[in-house]
């Protein structure tokens, strides 16, 4: 069955910046592009980007570029995302899921950023 | 950017009623609509993609329908376990973007 596996939770300082992993199982990696959503408490879901692990291309939304970094392993069905130059904005909830109808979602990551 | 309107923001509904959750585009999204649930604590689900196809292992008690830019989900006899919080999404044009949620309750 399709999983997707994230990394746990992080406690970071303002400005630094993480890197969260989500492991894909259970399906040819390569087929299918990966989003990620950020939640903020108790909000809604924001689509961050997503990236074709085939090709590495990427679309992000504009409010991200800058902020959020995607890549993969191939070798490993890993995709990451690596968020910079972190506020408390950035405290949240990021989730990895499969596209293109984002059928299937890993557990999420919580951030925290705090000094 | 394509805005989602979703109604209502919250519904109380007894056990077995029929409920209806509506989102709006801002613009003709085509039918690239899903819908979804998120449970207390838990990963949102799909539901519906393609405005009204089920997806695999979801309960036939609900469906979507809708065109253009106005859509719907229905769940036919309300159950205990789709208590949680429902968002719609838009697929069809870059960025992707999501309602605003409706909280589902039990009465």
């Known amino acids: 069955q399709v999983k997707l596996l994230q990394s746990g939770a992080a406690l970071v300082k303002p400005g630094a910046s993480v890197k969260m992993s989500c492991k894909a199982s259970?399906?040819?990696?390569?087929?299918?592009?990966v989003s990620w959503v950020k939640q903020s408490h108790g909000k809604s879901l924001e689509w961050i980007g997503e990236?074709?692990?085939?090709?590495?291309?990427?679309n992000f939304n504009e409010k991200f570029k800058g902020k959020a970094t995607l890549t993969v392993d191939k070798s490993t069905s890993t995709a990451y995302m690596e968020l910079s130059r972190l506020t408390s904005e950035d405290s949240a909830i990021y989730y990895c899921?499969?596209?293109?109808?984002?059928?299937?979602w890993g557990q999420g990551v919580m951030v925290t950023v705090s000094s | 950017d394509i805005q989602m309107t979703q109604s209502p923001p919250s519904l109380s509904a007894s056990l077995g009623e029929t409920v209806s959750i509506e989102c709006r585009a801002s613009?003709?999204?085509?039918?690239?609509l899903a819908w979804y649930q998120q449970k207390s604590g838990k990963s949102p689900q799909l539901l519906i993609y393609?405005?009204?196809s089920l997806q695999d292992g979801v309960p036939s008690r609900f469906s979507g329908s809708g065109s253009g830019t106005q859509y719907s989900l229905k769940i036919s006899g309300m159950q205990p376990e789709d208590e949680g919080v429902y968002y719609c999404?838009?697929?069809?044009?870059?960025?992707?973007?999501f309602g605003s949620g409706t909280k589902l309750e039990i009465k």
């Open positions: 899921t499969r596209s293109d109808t984002l059928d299937y």
């Open positions: 259970g399906y040819t990696f390569t087929d299918y592009w």
């Open positions: 990236i074709y692990p085939n090709s590495g291309a990427t």
């Open positions: 613009e003709d999204i085509y039918s690239n």
């Open positions: 393609y405005a009204s």
């Open positions: 999404l838009q697929g069809s044009k870059y960025p992707l973007t």
